[in-house]
């Protein structure tokens, strides 16, 4: 019988061998997974963020913005004598890509007390969902929009649980090839130079479409303007910074904003851990086969 040097084999690989070649494979998935997919054009950072302003004040509620979406894929319109959300509705969903959350708030200024608020993904400047994708069916367009492949995508459903707004949706009545399903930003128009189909649909200006910095100054413009109509801002620093901005004349934690999350973008957070892994593991298999190996010895002297 051969012996390789980390103990009796055939000549096949060692033990520590493969612990080594394990944690080198390891961590180039994680480093590819952070810098991008094999073969992929590296994105260019100084290429303009696409943004949607959101002005809550002037938003009357009217869903234009939801049938618009719903036109785009292809799917019925919204009924035109409903009042309200059916069963199952008024949520993000697998085929609903934004809707809009209407909110009670009480003790709220003037005399409304029904708040309109559009949901949908919030394409994040440093995207959670992209980082955690582990086979790169979510990614990050040159304009800024967070994308789904499904033709990649390995059911692993990773982006959901990493999404700090929880925007994601999965297609659970499909057994065989499930999917996931979320706003896509309207990536094909705006690369095309026609702007998202829910800013077009809007009647009341409520959403304003451009670049991030410019949307960033127009929302601090408003503000500086109008001390006494807006008291909040989002999207401008939580979690590094949304494509999504919003601005509202009542505090963002009574329309369901997360305002918990931090202000650095949560893949830093995660990232320094997972970089860590792979020397984690090459020490602990260097550990293990220095025992194994005294383990051999102190046996063949007995």
Same mark, same amino acid.
């Given at each position: ?50 943004? &949607?302003?959101?002005?809550? +004040? ?8 939801? #049938?618009?979406? /719903?036109?785009? @894929?292809? $799917? ?122 829910? &800013?077009?649909?809007?009647? +009341? ?8 910095? #410019?949307?960033? /100054?127009?929302? @601090?413009? $408003? ?80």
């Amino acid at each position: 019988m051969s012996e390789t040097p980390d103990g009796p084999g055939t000549g096949g690989i060692s033990r520590r061998s493969f612990l080594g070649l394990g944690a080198a494979g390891l961590g180039a998935a994680l480093l590819m997974n952070r810098t991008g997919w094999a073969g992929e054009t590296p994105e260019n950072p100084d290429s303009p963020q696409s943004s &949607v302003l959101v002005d809550l +004040t002037r938003c009357i509620g009217c869903r234009a913005c939801e #049938n618009a979406c /719903r036109v785009r @894929q292809k $799917r019925p319109p919204l009924p035109v004598s409903r009042v309200g959300y059916g069963p199952g509705e008024g949520r993000l969903s697998f085929t609903s890509w934004t809707f809009v959350d209407f909110r009670e708030v009480q003790g709220a200024p003037a005399s409304k007390t029904i708040f309109p608020v559009k949901r949908q993904c919030m394409h994040c400047v440093d995207a959670a969902c992209v980082s955690a994708c582990p086979v790169a069916a979510l990614h990050k367009t040159p304009r800024g929009a967070v994308v789904y492949t499904a033709s990649r995508c390995i059911g692993c459903r990773y982006c959901m649980i990493a999404c700090p707004f929880k925007v994601p949706r999965y297609e659970w009545n499909e057994g065989l090839t499930p999917r996931v399903g979320k706003c896509d930003f309207c990536d094909d128009r705006v690369a095309s130079g026609t702007n998202p189909a829910c &800013v077009m649909a809007c009647p +009341t200006g409520t959403l304003k479409f451009g670049t991030r910095t #410019n949307m960033l /100054r127009e929302a @601090q413009a $408003r503000m500086r303007v109008n001390p006494g109509r807006y008291v909040s801002i989002y999207g401008d620093k939580v979690v590094a910074g949304t494509s999504w901005i919003y601005l509202s004349d009542v505090p963002m934690e009574q329309l369901g904003f997360r305002v918990d999350l931090p202000e650095v973008a949560l893949p830093s957070l995660t990232w320094a851990s997972l970089t860590r892994v792979p020397v984690v593991v090459v020490t602990l298999g260097i550990v293990l086969a220095g025992v194994y190996r005294l383990h051999g010895r102190k046996a063949s002297h007995d």
